[in-house]
């Protein structure tokens, strides 16, 4: 599936988008944002394959916005104006559209973007998360390193994560959400118990009157995960 965020600063424009990401199965609409800053932000939290991006917008433009990118998400630009087109591709985007878009032009990009996605990740296999041993993440302006094994929990905060280690009192703290931290660890071993919490199912000691006690805090656990909770230990 490929992640993707829609950005443009007129509503209609950000509708049309959404349907169309929607009726193509292998793309995934993550988050619609009305300008470039949004978009800053969620990029800061959420991995994103694929951006479908509008040149004029007010304050920082598309051209601007994608000139000044960290990461290298694959851009689809979306524009009124063909004379930006030349631009565009210098800067490699996957494809141009102009307003109004159809939605067979639209699956014509889209189809691009997915067989540009296919050759990239056949390229650079990733590696399975059951076999990761550890994840670095941005915490006090660094890049830390943070060995899997070691962590005991993570607490959702809102826009930001605490990652508590067995090995240390100081839980790490990074800008990120918690579905983006649960999908780098492996899936047997830690588990969303609550909708602010996964555990490690190894520093389970023991599960009473839906409170998880670990070797250095107590969890909740809600109704809503409890019995995937027992499923996962009844495996071990």
Known sequence: ?????????????????????????SLELVKRCRNAMEALEVLQKEHIDLIFLDIQMPGLT?????????????IILVTAYEKFALEGYDLNVVDYLVKPVSFERFLKAANKAVELHRLKTRETPAMPVEDAEYLFVNADYNLVKVVISD????????????IHLSSSPKAVITRMSLKSIEEKLPPRKYIRVHKSFIVSVDKIQSIRNNVITLLNAEVPVSEFYRDDLFKVIERK
């Not at 962590?151 to 605490?162: F, P, Q, R, S």
């Open 62 to 74: 598309g051209m601007q916005f994608l000139k000044g990118l960290a990461t290298n998400p694959m």
């Open 151 to 162: 962590i005991t929990h993570v607490e959702g905060l809102k826009d930001y994560i605490k």
């Open 1 to 25: 599936m490929i992640r993707c965020l829609a950005v443009d600063d007129e509503a209609l424009a950000l509708d049309l988008m959404e349907d169309n990401i929607r009726k193509v199965s």
